[in-house]
């Protein structure tokens, strides 16, 4: 049943179609539901775009996860929506091909210049290469969802035994969530456009994704934010353990290794970026 964006209110429905007048060319007219409860419309971005949605996903508005997640995106026996399949694939193409050139990037002490750091792996063909790095993203991504659906929806679930968290029924509309949550990672596609190569960035992008996850989550199972932070940090620790098991059978247990130098560098280009942009925007509002 659909809800109220605003006041998570039950609703019949969200919207009523009226027939049109003579001067109609559409033949019809579209009214939007008003709340009872909090008086306002009941689900505003009925009439909206696809760019809003996505501008107010990135913002991490509440109302527009409970469009998503509530209004659109749910279907009769926990099926997941075509749409969902779609975005899920592109972002597993993308996590490859972030996954891919961020490895080749890292510079490995004891490694000559002009040598891959990839090993036996890059020896081998492009296509191996792929698929070795297709196989790791999806994998991890797998374990990602499924730590964080087990904890959700499974009976045997330790939240569930504590009694933490109510069982969750649907736990493909919690992998729905994750995706949807998930859209940020889309944004390197500027790169493509744009000359963007600060390490920092990449770091932030990860824990903007992170955000997201936990507060559609959270809106998604009506459950505090503790609660939704637990559950992102469990998904992530297995996304992340899954990873470096593949990456150690490979020969490259080496490789994505954090050091204390290295967080204080990110650190101080996040600290460039920001002042270069409120340089900017400061010039903008000034014009």
Not at 86 to 108: C, H, M, N, P
Not at 133 to 151: E, G, K, N, Y
Request: with cysteine; hydrophobic share 45%; proline share 5%.
């Amino acid at each position: 049943m659909p809800i109220c964006i605003e006041c998570r209110h039950p609703v019949k429905t969200l919207w009523t179609k009226y027939s049109g007048g003579a001067g109609d060319k559409s033949g019809h007219n579209i009214r939007l539901t008003v709340c009872r409860k909090c008086g306002r419309f009941c689900d505003k971005y009925v009439e909206h775009d696809f760019v809003v949605l996505f501008i107010d996903l990135v913002l991490i508005k509440p109302q527009v996860y409970r469009h998503l997640l509530h209004n659109t995106l749910m279907r009769d026996g926990d099926r997941f929506d075509p749409s969902i399949i779609r975005l899920g694939v592109l972002l597993l193409l993308f996590d490859v091909y972030l996954t891919w050139a961020r490895i080749e990037k890292q510079s490995i002490p004891g490694i000559a210049l002009g040598e891959s750091n990839l090993g036996k792996l890059g020896q081998q063909p492009i296509v191996f290469q792929y698929f070795f790095f297709l196989i790791l993203c999806a994998l991890s991504t797998i374990a990602f969802h499924i730590s964080i659906r087990f904890l959700v929806s499974s009976r045997f679930s330790p939240l569930n035994v504590l009694g933490i968290l109510p069982r969750y029924p649907r736990p493909n509309s919690v992998s729905t969530a994750l995706l949807v949550s998930s859209s940020t990672k889309l944004f390197p596609i500027l790169m493509v456009i744009w000359q963007f190569d600060v390490p920092a960035a990449a770091h932030s992008l990860g824990w903007a994704v992170v955000a997201n996850n936990v507060e559609a989550v959270r809106i998604l199972l009506d459950c505090p934010y503790y609660t939704a932070c637990l559950l992102a940090l469990v998904g992530a620790a297995a996304r992340w353990g899954v990873g470096r098991l593949i990456m150690a059978a490979a020969g490259l247990g080496n490789l994505d290794s954090i050091s204390d130098a290295r967080l204080v560098n990110d650190g101080e280009e996040l600290w460039s970026l920001l002042a270069y942009v409120r340089e900017w925007g400061g010039r903008l509002a000034v014009g």
